[in-house]
């Protein structure tokens, strides 16, 4: 959906470095925004007008935001969403559902094992590092792991 306002808040989505967010992850139906900044992500193997495609030469030497793919963004936000993750998190881990504890490739790696498992960019990157462990790994070699810079 396009930007809104939110009438608990006043505050609108798409403000600085925002991709997405999702709004009400509270209820049975979130609102999801994808930004202006969000939309300029390719898909793996696939872009579009101004998004161009991900592939193994594009993340390749270091894992870095350069892995960052829509998918990736979908997956961070979805984890927000209280109704699908709190069926595995509450039982597991007293949560409801995931939080930003730490954002970006170097910063997650800072966390603790436990601070990492309830934080929604740690399934993202976990996901985007199977997928190039399973596709790019034979032919590139590992990754070297981030910076801060990277970041």
């Not at 608990?8 to 209820?27: P, Q, V």
């Not at 994808?34 to 579009?48: S, T």
């Not at 030497?61 to 936000?77: A, C």
């Amino acid at each position: 959906m396009k930007d809104y306002v939110n009438d608990e808040d006043g505050e609108t989505s798409c403000i600085e470095n925002t991709e997405a967010e999702l709004r009400e992850f509270e209820t049975d139906k979130p609102k999801l925004v994808v930004c202006p900044l969000g939309l300029k992500l390719g898909a793996i193997g696939k872009g579009w007008d101004g998004a161009p495609a991900v592939t193994c030469d594009t993340w390749f030497p270091r894992i870095s935001r350069k892995m960052n793919t829509i998918g990736f963004v979908l997956l961070h936000e979805y984890t927000h969403w209280e109704t699908l993750m709190s069926p595995v998190m509450l039982p597991a881990f007293q949560k409801k559902a995931t939080l930003d504890e730490a954002i970006g490739p170097w910063k997650v790696r800072q966390l603790t094992r436990h601070q990492a498992t309830w934080n929604a960019d740690s399934y993202a990157w976990l996901a985007q590092e199977i997928w190039w462990t399973q596709t790019c790994r034979g032919t590139h070699g590992p990754l070297e792991e981030p910076e801060e810079k990277d970041n």
